[in-house]
DNA sequence: CAAATATATGTAAACGTTTTCAAACAAGGG
DNA sequence: CCCTTGTTTGAAAACGTTTACATATATTTG
């Protein structure tokens, strides 16, 4: 409708000075600024955001690419983005990558289009290589990785220490008095799933407690054939006394396997799992699990690249955040007086 | 880097030419398109968005406003949303209210700034009011509202039955030979938890069953407060034996409470969740659910605005779509044989 | 074959800002 | 009172497209 021309006519000034009022400009008299801001309310001015980023070549949009948005990692994660970005006057454009790598060139070259500020991406399962980012670079930019990252030394990215994870909340349950400790591993591709089995076998190599063949009990895509087989190790010996799940949702099968087994939680098996799910807290018993923080991490991706987004005082370093996770212990893994988060 | 010009001056063709080939126009020859790209492949030429949608007049992205997004009724829709979207061309800006009008209104203004084409939204709690939509009917921006809407008629919106989804779950609970069936409600103030509360109640009458007072337990912000409700009804005369909640987490809190009591499910009391949850297929036993729909709500939501932006052929008839919920029936409450979603 | 029509390209003005540079004006110093 | 300095304003170009209109070329038609 009404446009800064418009208001430059109204009030008699010029483009520019009328330019300079709405970008808080503290060159202009706090009287002009009155005179202008009250033609704006009358003729109910409202800036045009396209014009002011075509002209200066840059608009406050970014960029956040994830796999799919309807998982809690991700949505979590993506919340307290949008939570720091929009304080910032950024406004962040969702895209999902559907676990496709072609899909997700496809969305960066859609977001240079755009001439976005900046982007937040969390890697398809495909993705192995930054071949479809150089563009960013290219470009200038910024570029934050966070949840899955590649292996790469010259990237920005905020992770937690899945290895850690894992490796905390075995000790736990051997804390807890687990001796024969199974893990239900992911897919065997996803990185941070091999980070986090490395983290379980670590843990009890250190523990100085065996690990036979079938004590990891493999990622199978059929959930028939996950239960089956770790019905089968439940049945053999040494009986498992432990369970060390490497999703919630995998944990939850495991519940329901145990369940109907009759077998007791956590009193025969002692069981956590990983992520931290809503649903964790209000199970009976409560699933023990290996929290992700995942609004910390969103967060702390949010800043990083918003500090990537200032104007360059120095040469900046390269920030690799590596966060530890946090245990939530809960019943299913209780099997001595400790103190809970409830 | 490149541009339009730097085409124009590399191919000896002219500005409109080569916009022409970007932009599919029939009106040029296979020859000089021929041209035209491989000197924009030369150049490694990329198409200023911004500056065509400054141009012309519409940008291609889309404000989607939810409360929060890290919510399985939202994420899922967006999800959906997404995918309907950007195969038409269009990315989706995502806005958390964090349930303020206030926040809302800001939103809002800003998308308009932003020259979005069409904006989706679930209002927050506070919203009675569309006061703050208003501008967006001045500037002719396309408006569709889902899950939750409000309750004027000139509106395009997608939502579910909340009435006919409690009132399905309640008649399926009297079907499974429940007699004396309460009910967690949702907060007062919300529409859709008045709506479920009443289709609860009239389910109740039409099979002339007794609804008695505490057989609806209020919603209280503290979760104490609701277990203490509970837990004194469920050890009150006459013994309920059917259990409807306003959402899954509030039926994850009543089996908690059962558990707890020994109360065996669904023998000695059947219940429902309401949302369909990821975890409650997971449960043991599972979780019979509502399901709200949300990817189908989403994806009709993002139809809706689609058609709105196509150019107006005809007067368009406003949208008010109702879709009937899907009763997920599992282990929670099956006390006859019948069949089952899994 | 000239006139009429269709097709392909060119010219130039927008779109609504930001921003560089210059101009005007006031105040302060000698 | 002139010169310098500092502050506020103005003029005009730019950002990279799209698009109405005009023009040139090719095709059809009687």
């Not at 755009?114 to 290589?129: D, P, Q, R, W, Y």
């Amino acid at each position: 409708m009404a446009n800064m021309k418009d208001l430059a006519k109204a009030t008699g000034l010029s483009l520019a000075t009328i330019s300079r009022v709405f970008n808080d400009s503290d060159k202009v008299t706090a009287q002009t600024r009155e005179i202008v801001l009250s033609a704006a309310e009358k003729l109910s001015y409202r800036p045009n955001k396209m014009a002011a980023a075509l002209r200066s070549g840059r608009s406050n949009s970014i960029g956040v690419i994830v796999p799919v948005i309807d998982r809690e990692v991700f949505s979590s994660a993506i919340k307290s983005m949008e939570e720091v970005l929009s304080a910032s006057g950024y406004n962040i454009i969702i895209c999902q990558s559907h676990e496709s790598y072609q899909r997700e060139q496809e969305i960066i070259e859609n977001l240079v289009q755009l001439k976005v500020a900046g982007v937040i991406i969390s890697i398809s399962k495909e993705t192995n290589t930054t071949d479809h980012l150089a563009v960013l670079e290219k470009e200038n930019i910024p570029l934050v990785f966070f949840d899955r990252s590649l292996e790469l030394g010259k990237l920005n990215s905020v992770v937690i220490n899945n290895y850690n994870g894992a490796y905390q909340a075995t000790q736990h349950l051997v804390d807890q008095g687990c001796r024969q400790i199974i893990h239900l591993a992911g897919k065997e591709k996803v990185p941070i799933f091999r980070e986090r089995r490395r983290g379980f076998e670590d843990a009890l190599r250190r523990n100085k407690l065996a690990l036979e063949d079938g004590d990891v009990i493999a990622f199978d895509e059929s959930q028939a054939n996950r239960v089956a087989q770790l019905t089968a190790r439940l049945a053999a010996e040494p009986r498992p006394d432990g369970i060390l799940a490497h999703g919630d949702i995998s944990a939850l099968v495991a519940l329901r396997v145990l369940n109907e087994k009759g077998i007791r939680v956590p009193a025969e098996v002692a069981i956590v799992g990983f992520g931290d799910s809503l649903f964790c807290t209000y199970l009976e018993p409560g699933l023990s699990s290996v929290s992700q923080r995942n609004e910390d991490v969103g967060r702390l991706a949010a800043s990083l690249l918003l500090e990537e987004l200032q104007p360059q005082e120095a040469d900046r370093v390269v920030a690799h955040q590596v966060l530890p996770p946090v245990l939530k212990i809960r019943k299913s893994s209780l099997r001595r007086p400790q103190t809970t988060d409830e």
